[in-house]
């Protein structure tokens, strides 16, 4: 089936480290892959998103590649800060008429000062 | 607050009683989802509706669960018979309308969840 494997947390950085949250997917077809955060207290919010392989996603400095060869789409910020302390959660979409968006486990993050 | 809401943000309850959530969409958003997540775990899809209607439905969605969404707006999540594996954050999620296309990559907005914890 489909699936999406993440690395389990949590994940401890110093303030202005390099990140990377490894994921990898298993997949019938083409999805589209997501990278989702979760704030303290708050809902999960989308991040950044890739529809089809090379894409590359950005957004608030950080940047995920949908590879198709290695089906992986490694999450990533050259400088961390401590705003960005959250869960971090992939996920895929199938493409057709299926609405089922799947989830990997999450990653926690912790920047601190 | 425009966003998605949910209501109440935390329910306890004794194993073998009714529950029932309230998720209130973004006020444009035909599409609604609902979703559980588990300590440790990613939200685990339960249902998803297009307007009033329920076009998908999970395997984990037992016949203790229903889900309704009357007219088109709010929705509501019933367990019946609660047990103790129910325990979870239940999620609502909505996203936009896409014109009859079938769109992979459409966002997904989530409230902050209900908390069931069943004793």
């Known amino acids: 089936g489909n699936s999406v494997t993440q690395m389990e947390g949590p994940v401890t950085l110093s303030e202005e480290a390099f990140l990377t949250i490894n994921c990898t997917y298993t997949?019938?077809?083409?999805?589209?892959l997501f990278w989702y955060v979760q704030y303290p207290g708050e809902g999960l919010q989308l991040l950044l998103k890739?529809?089809?392989?090379?894409d590359k996603g950005s957004n608030k400095g950080f940047e995920a590649t949908y590879r198709k060869e290695t089906t992986s789409f490694h999450l990533e910020k050259g400088s961390v800060q401590v705003s960005d302390s959250a869960v971090y959660f992939c996920?895929?979409?199938?493409?057709?008429?299926?609405?089922?968006?799947?989830f990997g486990i999450g990653t926690k993050l912790q920047v601190i000062p | 607050d425009t966003g998605v809401s949910q209501d109440p943000r935390h329910k306890i309850t004794k194993r073998g009683q009714n529950v029932t959530f309230r998720c209130d969409p973004i006020?444009?958003?035909?599409?609604l989802y609902w979703y559980r997540q588990t300590l440790g775990q990613g939200p685990e899809f339960l249902t998803y509706?297009?307007?009033?209607?329920?076009?998908?439905k999970s395997r984990l969605l037992s016949d203790r669960f229903s889900a309704e969404r009357p007219k088109g707006s709010f929705s509501t999540l019933e367990i019946q018979r609660t047990e103790q594996g129910d325990s979870a954050m239940y999620l609502c999620?909505?996203?936009?309308?896409?014109?009859?296309?079938?769109?992979?990559?459409?966002?997904?907005?989530f409230g902050s969840g209900t908390q069931l914890s069943v004793l």
């Open positions: 999620a909505s996203s936009e309308p896409t014109g009859g296309r079938l769109v992979a990559n459409e966002k997904l907005f």
């Open positions: 997949a019938t077809g083409y999805p589209s």
């Open positions: 890739a529809t089809k392989a090379d």
């Open positions: 996920a895929l979409k199938l493409p057709g008429g299926y609405q089922k968006v799947t």
């Open positions: 006020s444009e958003h035909n599409r």
């Open positions: 509706f297009q307007n009033e209607a329920q076009l998908e």
